[in-house]
């Protein structure tokens, strides 16, 4: 009986543990869309209010949710102060400081610390033309984690339950 127990438990965990990684996939998915949407938050504030990046910070700070809230909010204190003599260093300081609670793979967090190449650009025209073509590679890399979201899903269920299966075999 307590082997039965066992084999159960062992099966319903690994099964929980792929339900989780899948979970995970798709949290990390609405992070992504979320980022998308602070960076069009920005893009709009610098288009339509013509304002300076730590007014525009700030602004933005005040409609996002946290962590992106403090973020933005430390931006614009950094960029108030010109500590630092280039805009993108300041940013993807503040990028490896506090996002890094998002837990972000390597290559979206290079391609967030990119667009603070593109607003730290004099020119409106050019930054907004910049900032449209970030955009736009933020929605490729959206789009190719969202193609894989459900058979990543999948597989972590499979994986799961297969893996609950292979364990109580070894085990018995």
């Given amino acids: 009986m307590?082997?039965?127990?066992?084999?159960?438990?062992?099966?319903?965990?690994t099964t929980g543990a792929g339900y989780m990684y899948g979970a995970e996939l798709s949290r990390y998915l609405e992070k992504m869309r979320y980022l998308r949407y602070v960076a069009g938050l920005i893009r709009g504030e610098m288009e339509y209010t013509c304002a300076p990046l730590p007014e525009v910070f700030r602004e933005t700070g005040r409609r996002v949710k946290e962590p992106y809230a403090s973020w933005l909010r430390h931006l614009a204190e950094e960029t108030d102060r010109r500590e630092e003599s280039a805009f993108a260093r300041i940013w993807n300081r503040s990028i490896d400081r506090d996002l890094k609670e998002l837990g972000m793979k390597s290559e979206h967090s290079i391609l967030l610390k990119e667009m603070g190449t593109f607003l730290g650009q004099i020119d409106r025209e050019t930054s907004d033309r910049s900032m449209q073509l970030y955009m736009n590679r933020m929605d490729l890399e959206i789009e190719k984690l969202r193609e894989g979201l459900a058979s990543r899903k999948k597989?972590?269920?499979?994986?799961?339950?297969m893996g609950g299966i292979f364990l109580v075999v070894v085990l018995l």
Avoid: E, F, P, T
Wanted: aromatic share 0%; proline share 0%; glycine share 16%.
């Fill in 2 to 13: 307590q082997r039965v127990v066992g084999s159960i438990l062992i099966i319903i965990a």
């Fill in 155 to 161: 597989i972590g269920n499979c994986l799961g339950v």
